[in-house]
């Protein structure tokens, strides 16, 4: 059984930050990928950034610059810094633990961009 359990969405202003956190549990023999998704209402999860175990990276254009993905997958944590937040920001962001047969999914953590 594996769990991936987020944390440190909230309320915060237009232009503000947050650091996500993200931790992955259970049997897990090996993972690829950790990475972040969002969700905002009315429309599809999309993949926000994700970090494989060499520590590549990938973005969705509006979060480069912006967002910093981090984490170390043979602890299964990732981390998301999101800085210059805007209001098209707001979503529910899912950790997402990919083992290269499946993904595991958290519970999603909320994050409004509001002033």
């Known amino acids: 059984q594996v769990q991936v359990v987020e944390s440190g969405g909230g309320l915060v202003q237009p232009g503000g930050s947050l650091r996500l956190s993200c931790a992955a549990s259970g049997s897990i023999f090996s993972l690829n990928f950790m990475g972040w998704y969002r969700q905002a209402p009315g429309k599809g999860r999309e993949l926000v950034a994700r970090i494989n175990s060499r520590g590549v990276t990938n973005y969705v254009d509006s979060a480069k610059g912006r967002f910093t993905i981090s984490g170390d997958l043979a602890k299964r944590t990732v981390y998301l810094q999101m800085n210059s937040l805007k209001p098209e920001d707001t979503a529910l962001y899912y950790c997402?633990?990919?083992?290269?047969?499946?993904?595991?999914w958290g519970q999603g953590t909320q994050v409004t961009v509001s002033s």
């Open positions: 997402n633990a990919d083992v290269g047969t499946r993904y595991y």
